[in-house]
């Protein structure tokens, strides 16, 4: 089956830090991938939506220059949080888009847990 | 703009009974709708989903319908066990592939 790893799992940082997160769709490919944060007890919110050799599209209220994306290759997205302060901390998830089969459907990766101190 | 209503926030259930969990969503364009299921510091699973050319779908104890012109869909778990008990969220979509958007999730509790 499709799978989608995310590194690291978790991460803690001093505030002012930067944290880079990988997504990586290990056995499809994957034209776009999705990103989304989920703050305790709370929602899947949707941050933005990564095309591989494009832009990102980022979703209201989202601010490109704290949250860049990079969706270099078929297989990797990266998320980075620039200059984090303790607010950022949430649980980061993405998702990437399979089109195998007879439609496309998408698969979410493990979550990676970001701490800011 | 999109926006998906979930109903209830937490819901608790004794081990053998049903389970409803509603949903309502704003945009017209939506055509796909799937259910997950998440535990506790994990990924969400996709446990059931439907498109909008359909009005029912069912797969064992799990089942949801939707009323397109209503503009609402409703998760129906029958015969719960322990084991359902997690988080559990709707989303809508214009397409399996397009960019999802989530209700707010519902806390389910199944007490043995």
């Known amino acids: 089956g499709a799978v989608v790893s995310q590194h690291p799992s978790w991460v803690i940082c001093k505030s002012g830090t930067s944290v880079k997160i990988e997504c990586r769709s290990l056995d499809f490919q994957a034209t776009t991938m999705f990103w989304y944060r989920q703050f305790p007890k709370q929602s899947l919110m949707l941050m933005a939506t990564s095309n591989e050799g494009s832009k990102a599209t980022y979703e209201q209220g989202v601010e490109k220059d704290k949250f860049l994306i990079n969706h270099a290759s078929l297989t990797l997205s990266t998320l980075t949080v620039t200059s984090a302060h303790p607010e950022d901390s949430s649980f980061y998830i993405c998702?990437?888009?399979?089109?195998?089969?007879?439609?496309?459907?998408?698969?979410f990766g493990p979550g990676t847990r970001l701490t800011v101190l | 703009g999109e926006n998906v209503e979930q109903h209830p926030s937490t819901l608790s259930v004794q081990e053998g009974d049903s389970a409803v969990i509603k949903c309502t969503y704003s945009?017209?364009?939506?055509?796909?709708f799937p259910w997950y299921k998440q535990e506790l510091g994990k990924r969400p699973q996709l446990i059931i989903d439907i498109r909008s050319n359909v009005g029912e779908k069912k797969d064992q104890r799990i089942a949801v319908t939707l009323n397109k012109t209503a503009k609402h869909f409703s998760l129906h778990i029958t015969e719960t066990q322990p084991e359902d008990s997690a988080v559990y969220f709707c989303?809508?979509?214009?397409?399996?592939?397009?960019?999802?958007?989530f209700g707010q999730g519902t806390e389910l509790s199944v007490k043995p």
């Open positions: 989303a809508a979509s214009p397409w399996p592939g397009g960019k999802l958007i």
């Open positions: 945009d017209s364009a939506s055509n796909y």
């Open positions: 998702s990437a888009r399979s089109s195998r089969g007879v439609t496309d459907t998408q698969y």
